[in-house]
């Protein structure tokens, strides 16, 4: 997508973020580049990524990482590496494919982000179940979603670029009702 | 109504697809007789009880499960994963 007057690309949510209501914040998140690692076989490429990124392959519902690089587990024999280009050597373990483009990315953070979240994602996301570094692939309203607690109060979500702005729309709809009650 | 995932975890229902029974993992060989192509293409029992059924993780990990699920009460008593159940 390009602005329509000066033809600059642009994000997938431009034009709609960001977004401060009641108690959360929603912003769009610049994450660098995206790209799905399916290893052939997750030892080696576990080593691979160990070597190159200084990150585990991380297993089912986790992280791993920081800001600078991150690996998130993106499904069944999958993870979504965050940040750094891939380094060639991870492609003799695994297939790589470039998805930095592919991803509306968003922050959602506040006092209320899970209580915001609880309606719409029918997976339990509290500080209880969800601590940080937890992730889940699930539903966000319709929307096959990726969601991770990167902080205390503060969720990564990614859905498809397409969805962006349904992405936006469900997120400030929970924010508002939810802020009405305050 | 949960779905226990092997990889997930306890899952609501919204996110899985529903394929039907997991024939599909019993397929004959390429040069089995016709009858029990045709029992395998066409014909199912439909027994009330317990009933190895796929259904596709699709909003979650992506992965094919067999679930067992009682046809009368509903009732989940387990899943794991096709490719696993397949062998």
Not at chain 1, 62 to 75: E, H, K, L, Q
Request: glycine share 6%; proline share 5%; net charge negative.
């Amino acid at each position: 997508m390009a602005d329509a007057l000066t033809l600059t690309a642009t994000t997938p949510c431009y034009g709609l973020l960001p977004k401060s209501i009641g108690t959360c914040d929603l912003i769009e998140t610049n994450l660098g580049r995206l790209t799905s690692i399916a290893p052939y076989k997750q030892s080696a490429l576990s080593e691979a990524l160990k070597d190159a990124h200084r990150l585990a392959f991380p297993a089912p519902n986790r992280m791993t990482g920081n800001d600078g690089a991150r690996a998130i587990w993106f499904g069944r024999d999958m993870a979504l590496l965050v940040g750094p280009t891939p380094d060639a050597a991870l492609a003799e373990h695994a297939a790589l494919t470039d998805q930095t483009d592919a991803w509306a990315c968003v922050t959602l953070s506040g006092e209320d982000a899970a209580a915001v979240l609880a309606r719409l994602v029918p997976v339990d996301l509290s500080a209880a179940k969800f601590k940080r570094g937890h992730t889940a692939r699930t539903q966000l309203g319709h929307l096959n979603a990726s969601i991770t607690r990167t902080e205390a109060d503060s969720y990564l979500i990614l859905v498809f670029r397409s969805m962006a702005t349904t992405l936006v729309h469900d997120l400030v709809t929970a924010m508002e009702s939810l802020a009405a009650r305050r | 109504m949960r779905l226990p995932c092997p990889i997930c975890g306890d899952r609501d229902r919204r996110e899985f697809y529903y394929q039907g029974s997991a024939v599909a993992l019993s397929r004959p060989a390429p040069d089995a007789d016709a009858a029990v192509w045709e029992n395998y293409v066409h014909l199912r029992e439909n027994q009330p009880g317990d009933l190895d059924e796929l259904w596709s993780h699709d909003a979650g990990c992506g992965a094919w499960l067999v679930v067992t699920r009682n046809t009368v009460t509903h009732a989940i008593s387990g899943a794991k994963l096709a490719s696993e159940a397949a062998r």
